[in-house]
């Protein structure tokens, strides 16, 4: 390894933007070491930058506390220094250190929801266990819905898990191309869900049959996912199953009414608070699945009449309220399950 005299002689005159760039790449090619002997070749310029990268080949070194002291001298200087944020969360969360690594999380997070990683390490703590399409899939393989809705649909990724389904609908006023191969009975309503269910009754589009199955993931507003509940609910049967996308999510700034960052889940979270204090008669339960969890909602009553008497006074109710809640302090009318096998049954009970 270069000595300390021979590193400062070769980057003579560069700044500490430089021996930055050429420690991380030193980091990435996986030869810490020279990057711990570059960081502390030039550890008087206290540079946070470098102080980082010191930190993280120190960590990888082994050293993990005097890794977390680096990182500590740069947030006693800079409390909310975005890198020393995300630098910090991941040793806390390597270290088991869950708490830790949450509240580092969460003021990186608040400041900046895209910061590259930090979502889906956040996700990782909190939602553990499979991703919602293969949540999605192993609840079709359980339910084998014969009549399947989904409000939303993209390119068909979950479109195409409803193999099951003599009917299967999509509905999306968004012309992008389908990417997944569609089960043969499938059906694509290129229109907004509202004037989907204004349009068509449920005979002409599921015939007889109530619908299974019903995957709402279109508008992230509560209106619209409240509207699309309501419409779903009169074509169901009590033993169907609607279930709700983007409705935890994890972080103030991604749950807005107006869109602030790249992962959005909008304010629909807002339809489970609603449909618990309007409809006690539900049984809501929310599975914790990454990116943004699956609410489950079973003993529907396709008569209920409350929801659309009621619309607007309910819209207005909940319209101004906030997402405060801890990434992992859902409030009780989510009724959080673990992600697992066992969770999944409790949800379709
Ligand atoms: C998150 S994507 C759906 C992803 C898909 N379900 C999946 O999991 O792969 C949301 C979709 O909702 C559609 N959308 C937006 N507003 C809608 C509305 N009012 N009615 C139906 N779909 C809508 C968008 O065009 C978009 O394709």
Known sequence: ????????????????????????????????????????????????????????????????????????RVRREQPAHLSALAVEAQMLARLGNRAGALGSLQSLLDRYPDYPGAQALLCSLVMPGPHYRAVLTELHARLKPKTYLEIGVESGATLALAQTAQIAVGVDPADVPVKHALPKSARLFREESDQFFRDHTRESVFGAHPVDLVFIDGMHRFENALSDFLHAERWASSASTIVFHDCVPLVARTAARERQSNFWVGDTWKVVLALAQYRPDLRIRTLLCAPSGLVVVRRLDPRASVLSERFLEIVSRFADLEWSHAPDALPPEFSPLPNDAGGLSDALR
Not at 16 to 22: D, K, L, M, S
Not at 30 to 37: M, R, V, Y
Request: charged share 15%.
């Open 1 to 72: 390894m270069a000595e300390a005299g021979v590193l400062r002689a070769a980057f003579a005159g560069q700044g500490p933007a430089e021996i930055v760039f050429v420690a991380q790449q030193c980091l990435e090619s996986g030869a810490w070491d020279q990057a711990l002997a570059l960081c502390e070749a030039f550890e008087a310029t206290n540079d946070p930058a470098l102080l980082l990268c010191r930190a993280v080949a120190t960590f990888v070194a082994g050293e993990r506390q005097a890794a977390l002291e680096l990182v500590g």
